[in-house]
């Protein structure tokens, strides 16, 4: 449900409260030919979508035992092995990486 | 003269003469000529009545097509008239209709460059507040709100679910990584690492990070996990809020 910014801060304020929070996190191992691999980011699954910290985005197409690689949709010259990777909040195999364990 | 027997007898017999004579050849042909006369008259009587009739019928038809003509060409006019009027009618309804489609069109643009300039707006004032909290709280932060922050952290560790339990112990690190504003005191270490041993199921390993955009609170990350009780991280999670998001879970 698309809901307005305002309503949206009142929703997550009236449940807010400061706790535990658990977030998934990869780092990239090697970057080229507009593949990306990545280690970490334990609950990523295949065609999710993964942001890097430059502000670069990638489509997970395959999983490796540890590695995963993504083919990079938007390339940010400064990205770089080293770089951090997080999963959005919107994708589903991030539930576990944005949810706040206060109060479960 | 003297009138006697035989001159009468005479005189009749003449006269009888004169009028059979007469009869004869002056008044039958007389009679003949008038009565062909007054035939061929009555022959030009009957035609000229046959062909005033003729002409009355035309002249009768003739009214009757004019009065048609007439009856057809007010028709024609008045079908005309109609379809003017129809053809006005349709003209003034696609006229308003392309004109209430083109004030709707406005309307819908003008409300959508107020959402879209309310939106920026509303963001720009939570990235407002984010800031101004910020910097409030790297001013009033200190070694108590760390503290409590930690014991809020360890507190929770210990309620921790069973999937992210699960999933911290498929992890294969075995070293953690800690982030804190302020050196942990060795009690804090002890307690800390005790339930995250706990929780991991495993012996773990350490190393300490000063960190100071925290402002206060702690992070450990261990492998592909991140967990954390600090103030950047609330704070990111409140800027995070977007007005296309779906609401976040709350568990």
Request: net charge negative.
């Amino acid at each position: 449900m698309r809901t307005d910014l305002l309503t949206q801060q009142r929703q997550w304020l009236a449940q807010y409260r400061p706790g535990l929070r658990c977030s998934e996190r990869g780092q990239v191992v090697a970057v080229g030919d507009g593949i990306a691999w990545i280690s970490g980011l334990p609950s990523a699954a295949l065609a999710d979508l993964i942001e890097f910290a430059d502000g670069s985005r990638g489509l997970v197409f395959d999983l490796a035992e540890n590695l995963i690689g993504a083919v990079l949709l938007h390339e940010n010259p400064l990205l770089a092995a080293g770089s951090l990777v997080t999963i959005p909040a919107t994708t589903s195999a991030s539930r576990l990486a944005t949810r706040s364990w206060a109060g479960s | 003269m003297t009138l006697n027997g035989s001159t009468l007898i005479l005189e009749i017999i003449n006269f009888g003469i004169l009028m059979w004579l007469l009869q004869h050849f002056l008044y039958r042909p007389v009679q003949h000529l008038l009565a062909r006369r007054q035939a061929e008259i009555a022959h030009i009587l009957l035609q000229a009545e046959q062909q005033q009739q003729q002409a009355e019928a035309l002249h009768q038809d003739y009214q009757s097509q004019i009065a048609a003509w007439q009856q057809q060409q007010q028709r024609a006019k008045a079908e005309l008239q109609v379809e003017l009027e129809n053809s006005r009618q349709q003209a003034l309804s696609q006229l308003q209709q392309s004109l209430q489609a083109a004030r709707e069109k406005e309307q819908v643009l003008v409300s959508r460059q107020r959402q879209q300039q309310r939106q920026q707006d509303q963001l720009q004032a939570l990235d407002n507040g984010c800031r101004f909290a910020s910097q409030l709280l790297q001013l009033c932060s200190g070694a108590e709100l760390e503290r409590r922050l930690i014991a809020l952290f360890i507190e929770e560790l210990d309620g921790a679910p069973e999937s992210l339990r699960l999933a911290l112990r498929r992890e294969t690190a075995r070293e953690l990584r800690i982030e804190t504003t302020q050196t942990l005191t060795p009690e804090t270490r002890t307690a800390l690492l005790l339930q995250l041993e706990t929780l991991v199921a495993q012996p773990l390993s350490a190393v300490e990070v000063i960190s100071a955009p925290l402002i206060a609170g702690i992070r450990i990350t261990l492998g592909g996990h991140v967990l954390g009780a600090n103030i950047e991280d609330e704070l990111h999670a409140f800027a995070a809020i977007s007005p296309h998001a779906e609401p976040a879970d709350a568990d």
